[in-house]
Nanobody
Framework: QVQLVDSGGGLVQAGGSLRLSCVASRSIFSFNVMGWYRQAPGKQRELVGTFTSGGSTSYAEAVKGRFTISLDNAKNTLYLQMNTVKPEDAAVYYC???????????????WGKGTLVTVSS
């Protein structure tokens, strides 16, 4: 059973930075894609960005230029570097992963439990 443990959330001032981490219980090479989602109170969960096995990244328009996803293969860890954080970035952030090539159609296979990001203005 694959486990994803996400962490790093907390209180950050608007304009500040925060880095989230997601440690996988098995080699991240086994995944076709890893990514970050977020869900704010009263809103649907949304995709923040992804990192594919081919090394490409993609981001939601709302975070482009501010957030960066990276991988540390040796540590089986996915990161989300959040810069110039805005109040609207406040949410529970979830790490996710899939072994499927059609993950965008069927969804991610594995999920972390989430880490809360609170933004003070």
């Amino acid at each position: 059973q694959v486990q994803l443990v996400d962490s790093g959330g907390g209180l950050v001032q608007a304009g500040g930075s925060l880095r989230l981490s997601c440690v996988a219980s098995r080699s991240i090479f086994s995944f076709n894609v890893m990514g970050w989602y977020r869900q704010a109170p009263g809103k649907q969960r949304e995709l923040v960005g992804t990192f594919t096995s081919g090394g490409s990244t993609s981001y939601a328009e709302a975070v482009k230029g501010r957030f960066t996803i990276s991988l540390d293969n040796a540590k089986n860890t996915l990161y989300l570097q959040m810069n110039t954080v805005k109040p609207e970035d406040a949410a529970v952030y979830y790490c996710a992963a899939s072994r499927q090539s059609n993950w965008s159609l069927y969804g991610m296979d594995y999920w972390g439990k989430g880490t809360l990001v609170t933004v003070s203005s």
